[in-house]
C-alpha cells in the first residue's frame, strides 16, 4: 500500500539516525503573524519541527494551535498571512490544502470533517479514488480499506456507512485516510479529544509507529500526560504567542511546566478542591430501557436504574459504545432510540422527558457530547446560541427583548470566560474550547436543576477545565443535580461523588467515590452486560 | 476610540436595526447600478414617472421574496409561488365577476386561499417530511393547472376601479398641490417616514444609554440619518412629481417594517435561523421546528396570494399565464439580497435591496430598449456574478 512507504527523502535509515535528525529540520515556519478582522490571532509565531520526530503543541483555548497549522496547511492561503514556512527544503506558498497534500502534509481537524452518507472506504479514499479511468473500482477500494482500518484498530466493515459510528469511530477513520496518502508531516488536532483512555493509548501507539516509518507528526492536545508520552519535542502557545520549545530530554520536561508557560501561572490542583453537601433526591429513572432506532431488536439501554441527589454530582462511567450517550439522550426529550420505556421521577412526582420541551419545562438539560452535530449553530452569533434553548425567559409576547439577550451573553461570557470580542461573532470563528463553553453558557441559562454533562471537557485546556470543574461544583453546590458521562476516569474519580458503570446498556454497579478506583471501575465497566 | 466605534457597531448589530457591512456593499451595488443607467438613460431612469413604474412592476418581487427569504433561510425552497400567483388571480377575479363579490371580500377569500395553499404544502414539507423541492414542483404544476381550469383557458376582464387601485391607482392629492404641481401628500408622508426612522433610531439610543450600553458615536448616528432621510427624501420628492404615493408602496412598506420585525425580534424569527443554521442543533433546543416549517409555507402561501392580488388589480384582469417565472424572480432577488443556499443565513433588507437590483435592471434595459432576450441573458449573469462575488468576499472574510 503506497501511503504506508516511508516516504522518499534521503533520511539514513541506519546507526546515528537519531544524531542526524535531530539537526534534520523538515518545517521551519518563520514570524507567522495572522489576524482575523483586526485581530491578532498569531503573533510572530516562529515553529521548526525536525524530521521523523513527534512535535507537541500545547497552549490555552484560543491560543492560536489550529489557525498556526491551519495556516501550514494552506486552508488559509499564503498571502492572507505574514511570514514565511519552509518545508522540506522548499519554500511553501500553499493556495489550498490539495497544495499542501502535494507535498506530503495532511491535517486531520479538530472537527472531524467526513461525509456522513458515505462508507468508511469511500470517506477512506475520497478526492484520492481507486479507480482506472474514472471507474472506481470496489474490490480494491474496500480490501485497501480493510487493510488500513487493521492498522488504525478499527473492527467496522469498509462499507458501514459513517453515520453509524461515533465520534471516536470516526476519528479512527480519519487517520486511515490519512495513512492512504504519500503523508511526509501527518498534524493531528486534538485526536483523542473524543477517544476513551484504552482507544487513546492504542490512537497513540499508532503514532509511536509512524517515527519508525519515519513519518513526521504534529500533535495537538489538552492531554498534557498523553503529549509528553509521545512527543520528542513540545512548543507552548499562549495568546497567539509562541511562548518556548522544549525537548523531552531537558531536565525539566514536567507538566507543571507545560501548565506554567501555557496559563504563565501554576496550577497546584488539577480539581478544585469541593466540601459536597448532599441533599434530598432530584432525579430518579426506573427501569429505564431503549431500543437502537434502526436495528430497532437492539437493547441500547437494558432496564436502566439510577438516582441523583441535590448537590450530588454523579459519574456515568463505560467504554465507548457502552450506551451512556444513547442513555442521556433518550432521557432527553427522547432524542434517540425507539421503544423507550421506563419511568422518570423528579423531586418524588413522575414527569414526562417525551419531548425536549418536556424536559427543559422540567428543569432537565443534556449538555451534548457532539456539539458540532446536536450542539450549537455554527453560523449564528454566541448570543444566539447561548438565548437558544432559553428564549421564553427573554421575551414577552414572543418578542425578543435583544438588550437583555445581550446582557445575559454577556453575563455568561464573563461567568464561563469565554474567549470571544464580542458576543455577536460567529461561533464558527471560536476556538473549539470556547464553543465547547459556549455550549455550557447556551443550558446553564436555562437554569436547569438537571445537568446531564456528556464529555464537558472534551477539547477543553487544563486552566478551562480547572474552571469548569469549579463551575460543576458551583452549580452542585446551588443543589443542582448533576451528572457527569465521562470516558476519562481520571476525572470522573476527580470530580463525582458517585460513580455508576455502564456496560452492554447495564448499570452494572455504583461506588462511591471513596470506594472507587480506576481498577474496580475498569472491572465493572467490563462486566459482560448480560 | 476606534474600540468605542467597534463595539457601537456590533450592539447595534444585536439590536438588529443597525446595517452590516455586506448590506453596505450590496446598498453601494444598487447606487452604482441606478448611476450606469442614470447615464446611459440619459437621466431617463429617474423619471418621476419611471420610478413610480419601477415600485409598480416590482411590487410582487418585493411581496413574494420576503416570504421567500423566510423560506430560505429556513433551509428549504418554494417554486410554487407564481403559478400560484396566476391561481390566485383567478380565484380573485371570478370572486368578483362571476359570485358577485364585492372586492374587499374577494381580496379576503384571496387571501384566505393562499393560507389553505400553505397549510396543504406546509403539511407535506412539515409533517410529511417530503422536501419543500418536491412538494412546490407539484405546487408548480397544480396550481397553473387549476388556474387554466378556473379561468377555462381565457380571461377576465373589467375589475371595478376600487380593486384596480390596490396595484395601479395612488393616494388622492388630499393636500393639494405645490406650485410646481407636485402632491403636498407624497412629501408629507415622505417626512413622516423620515420622521419615523429618527425617533425610532434615537429611541434606541436613548435605550442603550439608559442601560450604559456603547453607542454609535452621535457624528456617525446624525450623518447615517441625515444620508438615509435624504434618500427618502428625494424619493418622495420625485414620486410627488407623478402621480403622488402609489397605495401599494405603503403596503410594502408595511410589509418591509413589519417583517424585519418578525426575523429580527421575535422569537419565530429566530427559530427560522436557529433551524436553518443546525437543524438537528435546533431540535435539541427545544424548537418546534415541524411547527416553524408549516407556519412559513403558510405564510408565504398568504404572501403570495398578496402578490397575485396586486399584479391581477395592476393588469385590471386575471390571465392563466400570470405569474410565470415570478418564483425565479423571487429567488434571485433573495440570493443577490445575501442569503446563503444552505440556509441559516438571510436578511429583509438585503432581500428587498437585491429586488431592487433586478428592478433597476429590469427599468433600466426596457427604457434603453433592449431586447428582452438579452435583458433575461443578463439578469442572469448578474445574479450569478453577486453571488459569486458574494462567495468569495465571504470567504475572504475569514482571512483578513
Ligand atoms: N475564521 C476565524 N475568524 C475569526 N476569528 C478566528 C477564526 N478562526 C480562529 N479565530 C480566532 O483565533 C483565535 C485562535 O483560534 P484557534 O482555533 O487557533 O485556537 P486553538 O489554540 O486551536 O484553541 P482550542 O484549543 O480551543 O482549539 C481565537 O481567538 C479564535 O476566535
Ligand atoms: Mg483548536
Known amino acids: ?38 485581530v491578532n490571532a498569531l503573533t510572530d509565531v516562529s515553529l521548526s519541527v525536525n524530521r521523523g520526530q513527534v512535535h507537541g503543541i500545547v497552549g490555552e483555548n484560543g491560543a492560536g494551535k489550529s489557525t498556526l497549522m491551519n495556516v501550514l496547511s494552506g486552508v488559509w492561503p499564503h498571502g492572507s498571512f505574514e511570514g514565511t514556512i519552509e518545508f522540506d527544503g522548499k519554500t511553501a506558498d ?86 492512504s496518502k504519500e503523508v511526509k508531516l501527518l498534524i493531528l488536532d486534538e485526536p483523542t479529544a473524543a477517544l476513551n483512555d484504552e482507544d487513546s493509548a492504542h490512537l497513540l501507539g499508532l503514532i509511536s509507529g509512524l517515527r519508525d516509518h519515519g513519518i513526521t507528526c504534529i500533535i495537538i492536545s489538552h492531554k498534557l500526560a498523553e503529549i509528553r508520552a509521545i512527543s520528542d519535542t513540545i512548543t507552548v502557545l499562549r495568546d497567539g504567542k509562541t511562548v518556548e520549545t522544549f525537548s523531552m530530554k531537558d531536565k525539566d520536561n514536567s507538566e507543571s511546566r507545560m501548565i506554567r508557560s501555557m496559563v504563565g501561572r501554576s496550577l497546584d490542583n488539577l480539581y478544585p478542591p469541593r466540601t459536597p453537601k448532599i441533599g434530598d433526591e432530584v432525579l430518579r429513572v426506573e427501569n429505564w430501557n431503549v431500543y437502537h432506532p434502526v436495528d430497532t431488536q437492539r437493547k441500547v439501554v437494558d432496564d436502566a436504574s439510577f438516582t441523583v441527589r441535590a448537590g450530588e454530582i454523579v459519574g456515568m462511567a463505560g467504554l465507548m459504545g457502552a450506551g451512556r450517550t444513547e442513555l442521556a439522550m433518550s432521557l432527553f426529550g427522547r432524542r434517540y432510540g425507539t421503544k423507550i420505556s421506563g419511568r422518570v421521577f423528579k423531586n418524588g412526582d413522575e414527569v414526562s422527558t417525551r419531548t425536549v420541551n418536556d424536559a427543559i419545562d422540567n428543569g432537565i438539560a443534556y449538555i451534548t457530547e457532539d456539539r458540532k452535530r446536536f450542539g450549537l449553530n455554527l453560523i449564528g452569533t454566541v448570543a444566539a446560541n447561548i438565548s437558544g434553548a432559553g428564549l421564553s425567559s427573554l421575551s414577552k409576547w414572543g418578542v425578543i427583548d435583544l438588550h437583555d439577550e445581550a446582557a445575559e451573553a454577556e453575563r455568561l461570557r464573563t461567568a ?42 472534551r477539547g477543553v485546556d487544563v486552566g478551562a477545565k480547572y474552571e469548569i470543574y469549579g463551575l460543576i461544583n458551583e452549580l452542585a453546590g446551588e443543589g443542582k443535580a448533576m451528572v457527569v458521562i465521562s470516558s476519562e476516569l481520571s476525572e470522573l474519580l476527580g470530580i463525582c461523588d458517585r460513580i455508576y ?11 462511591d467515590r471513596k470506594d472507587a478506583t480506576q481498577e474496580n471501575l475498569m472491572e465493572l465497566m467490563t462486566l459482560g452486560g448480560k | 476610540m476606534a474600540e468605542m466605534v467597534k463595539k457601537a457597531n456590533v450592539l447595534g448589530r444585536v439590536r438588529g436595526g443597525g446595517v452590516n457591512v455586506r448590506d453596505y456593499g450590496l446598498l453601494g451595488a444598487l447606487v452604482v447600478i441606478v448611476m450606469f443607467f442614470q447615464f446611459m438613460t440619459h437621466g431617463k431612469l429617474l423619471y418621476s414617472g419611471n420610478v413610480n413604474n419601477l415600485i409598480m412592476q416590482n411590487a410582487y418581487v418585493v411581496i413574494l421574496a420576503v416570504g421567500m427569504v423566510m423560506v430560505i433561510i429556513a433551509g428549504h425552497i418554494d417554486l410554487s409561488v407564481g403559478s400560484l400567483v396566476a391561481m390566485i388571480g383567478a380565484i380573485v377575479a371570478l370572486a368578483i365577476k362571476d359570485w358577485g363579490m364585492p372586492w374587499p371580500l374577494a381580496i379576503v377569500i384571496a387571501l384566505l386561499a393562499g393560507a389553505l395553499v400553505g397549510i396543504w404544502q406546509g403539511f407535506w414539507v412539515a409533517y410529511v417530511g417530503i422536501p419543500a423541492f418536491i412538494v412546490t414542483l407539484a405546487g408548480m404544476l397544480l396550481f397553473r393547472g387549476l388556474a387554466i381550469i378556473f379561468l377555462t383557458g381565457g380571461t377576465i376582464g373589467g375589475l371595478p376601479e376600487g380593486f384596480v387601485a390596490v396595484g395601479a391607482r395612488w393616494m388622492p392629492a388630499w393636500l393639494g398641490h405645490f406650485a410646481d404641481g407636485r402632491d403636498v401628500l407624497t412629501i408629507l408622508i415622505g417626512l413622516i417616514a423620515i420622521a419615523g426612522m429618527v425617533v425610532a433610531q434615537m429611541r434606541a439610543r436613548g ?26 427624501f428625494y424619493f418622495a420628492y420625485l414620486l410627488s412629481g407623478y402621480r403622488g404615493t402609489p397605495y ?9 417594517v413589519a417583517y424585519t420585525f418578525v426575523l429580527n425580534r421575535t422569537v419565530f424569527g429566530r427559530h427560522i435561523y436557529a433551524m436553518g443554521g443546525n437543524r438537528f442543533a435546533a431540535v435539541m433546543s427545544g424548537v418546534k421546528t415541524k411547527k416553524v416549517d408549516f407556519y412559513i409555507f403558510v405564510n408565504i402561501g398568504v404572501l403570495a396570494a398578496l402578490a397575485g392580488i396586486v399584479s391581477t388589480a395592476r393588469a385590471a384582469g386575471a390571465v392563466s399565464s400570470a405569474g410565470t417565472f415570478y418564483e425565479l424572480d423571487a429567488i434571485a432577488a433573495v440570493f443577490i439580497g445575501g442569503a446563503a443556499v444552505q440556509g441559516g443565513v438571510g436578511r429583509i433588507s438585503g432581500t428587498v435591496t437585491g429586488a431592487l437590483i433586478m428592478g433597476v435592471l429590469n427599468q433600466g434595459l426596457s427604457i434603453m430598449g433592449v431586447d428582452s432576450a438579452w435583458q433575461q441573458v443578463i439578469k442572469g449573469l448578474v445574479l450569478l456574478l453577486a453571488v459569486a462575488f458574494d462567495v468569495t468576499n465571504r470567504r475572504r472574510a475569514g482571512d483578513r
Open chain 1, 1 to 38: 500500500m503506497a501511503g504506508c512507504n516511508p516516504p522518499g527523502h534521503r533520511t539514513p535509515k541506519s546507526q546515528g539516525e537519531w544524531e542526524l535528525k535531530d539537526n534534520d529540520v523538515i518545517l521551519r515556519m518563520t514570524d507567522i503573524t495572522k489576524s482575523f478582522g483586526g
Open chain 1, 94 to 179: 500553499y493556495r489550498s490544502i490539495n497544495d499542501s497534500e502535494r507535498d506530503g502534509i495532511v491535517i486531520i481537524h479538530q472537527e472531524l470533517a467526513l461525509s456522513p452518507h458515505l462508507s468508511i472506504a469511500e470517506n477512506i479514499f475520497l478526492g484520492n479514488e481507486r479507480a482506472s479511468h474514472g471507474i472506481i473500482d470496489w474490490n480494491e477500494t474496500n480490501e485497501d480499506a480493510r487493510v488500513l482500518l487493521e492498522r488504525v484498530g478499527l473492527m467496522e466493515a469498509p462499507t458501514t456507512p459513517i453515520i453509524q459510528l461515533g465520534v471516536g469511530k470516526q476519528q479512527l477513520v480519519e487517520i486511515a485516510k490519512a495513512f
Open chain 1, 416 to 457: 464561563l470566560n469565554i474567549k470571544t470580542d464580542t458576543v455577536v461573532k460567529l461561533v464558527g470563528k471560536l476556538s473549539g474550547g470556547n464553543q465547547q463553553k459556549v455550549l455550557l453558557a447556551k443550558w446553564l441559562h436555562t437554569l436547569p436543576d438537571v445537568l446531564l454533562l456528556d464529555e464537558p471537557t
Open chain 1, 501 to 511: 458503570t455502564i456496560s452492554e446498556g447495564r448499570i452494572t454497579g455504583q461506588r
Open chain 2, 207 to 232: 435605550k442603550l444609554k439608559a442601560r450604559g450600553l456603547p453607542r454609535t458615536p452621535l457624528a456617525l448616528f446624525i450623518f447615517k440619518n441625515a444620508a438615509i432621510g435624504a434618500i427618502i
Open chain 2, 248 to 256: 401599494i408602496l405603503i403596503v410594502l412598506s408595511v410589509l418591509v
